[in-house]
């Protein structure tokens, strides 16, 4: 289930994470496998993103490893599924708050978005016309894929029910009234700001597989005065978030949040 590996960091389900050659061979023959996690990602580029369709398969070689197949700029590239390392921030007998040690993935926060500002009572952004106030992540995009597509790709069913819930119930669809998408279980978030500054401001290694999506900054919980910048350290593509401004419709880096019974 839940390991930990040191004092301050635990592994905890897996990702596609590290490139490797094409894995197809005749002695170690792959079956394609059909997963929850791409049935939600049909449904969300349906809902959201102009129809298009997963660009990846998932599948599985005889000695039990799990690979992914993502097409990237035409050609498919393959990725190793491996645990995520978590580092905690914070615990308790009974639970964990885990924050991701890397750069998993990358997506936009929301697809379609513009700002307006009403006199004396400050800035509010609207998302598919609806007005939100400035902390908008409980009822984005970002949060329903990483309820869905996430959670399922990261996540067995088992571990799943040793997630706790981090937000209201009913945010998370607050701005999803569709009779295509399931319920969602509200997991998964981002950290803020302030949690950032808690941490020291780290700068976050990004795996193989979220490079593969032409990235070099990752998410805050809030997007609307946080931006970000790319840095190179020891020859190493590493990503920081700094205070200012980022549009929420431009794709980066994902850091999940996570809550944990023990």
């Known amino acids: 289930m839940m390991q930990r590996i040191s004092d301050t960091e635990v ?3 897996s990702y596609p994470q590290t490139e490797i050659p094409g894995p197809l061979s005749a002695g170690n023959p792959a079956r394609m496998l059909k997963t929850p996690s791409q049935e939600y990602e049909a449904m969300l580029q349906k809902e959201f993103l102009q129809g298009k369709g997963p660009l990846w398969m998932d599948m599985m ?3 039990g490893t799990m690979i992914r197949q993502r097409v990237v700029s035409a050609f498919p590239k393959y990725y190793k599924y491996e645990p995520i390392v978590w ?10 708050e885990l924050v991701s040690a890397s750069v998993l993935d990358g997506q936009v926060f929301h697809p379609q978005y513009h700002t307006v500002h009403i006199p004396f009572t400050g800035t509010w952004h609207y998302i598919l016309n609806t007005a939100i106030p400035a902390s908008v992540y409980d009822h984005s995009f970002l949060c329903l894929w990483l309820n869905t597509v996430f959670m399922t790709t990261a996540f067995s069913k088992e571990q799943q029910g040793h997630l706790l819930e ?7 669809l607050s701005t999803y009234k569709s009779d295509a998408l399931p319920a969602v279980r509200p997991c998964i978030t981002l950290i803020s700001k302030s949690e950032y500054e808690t941490l020291g401001c780290p700068a976050k290694s990004m795996s193989d597989y979220a490079q593969c999506s032409s990235i070099n900054d990752w998410w805050l919980k809030d997007p609307w005065h946080d931006s970000f910048s790319d840095t190179k350290e020891e020859g190493a593509l590493v990503t920081t978030a700094r205070k200012g401004f980022g549009d929420v419709d431009r794709l980066c880096g994902i850091v999940p949040k996570i809550r944990i019974r023990k």
Request: glycine letters at 4%; charged letters at 25%.
């Open 166 to 172: 981090t937000l209201p119930a009913n945010d998370v």
């Open 61 to 63: 070689h005889k000695d």
């Open 87 to 96: 580092q905690i921030l914070s615990e308790t007998e009974t639970e964990m």
């Open 11 to 13: 592994i905890f389900g």
